[in-house]
């Protein structure tokens, strides 16, 4: 049962999250069966728009898992930012697992940084969503 549908289709929340520049954050929604996704972003727009210095992007990519056992695909979509919806196709590995997770980092343009992270950065925040197929 789809969380919601538009005129694109169905669609399934599969999570929100700021992302880390420390560590890969795991969305919380199980995506073993979806294969197309939509980004929304949120930030301070009129900022972001507005020629704001440090600026970031993520790198979003898949998590596999059954049971115990975990392993992530070498395959990442970056994703920067933007007012309208991004969609995103990840083509499913040819395996069978029990679990699919989206895993994501934020990353930095700039090398302007104190210990390896911006002293200003724009903070964001994405909603995926899941093409029910």
Not at 9 to 29: C, E, Y
Not at 33 to 41: A, D, K, L, S, Y
Not at 110 to 124: F, R, Y
């Amino acid at each position: 049962m789809a969380d919601f549908i538009d005129s694109f289709g169905a669609w399934n929340s599969v999570g929100i999250i700021s992302p880390s520049s420390l560590n890969w954050a795991k969305l919380p929604g199980n995506c073993i069966n979806h294969r197309i996704f939509r980004c929304r972003f949120d930030t301070d727009w009129s900022k972001w728009l507005g020629g704001y210095p440090y600026k970031s992007y993520g790198l979003i990519k898949e998590e596999y898992s059954n049971g115990g056992e975990a392993a992530t695909t070498k395959w990442t979509r970056k994703i920067i930012p933007q007012e309208s919806p991004l969609i995103v196709d990840f083509q499913p590995v040819p395996f069978t697992a029990a679990q699919r997770f989206l895993i994501i980092k934020r990353f930095f343009w700039t090398s302007v940084n104190w210990g390896g992270h911006p002293i200003l950065d724009l903070p964001w925040q994405v909603t995926i969503e899941a093409l029910e197929e």
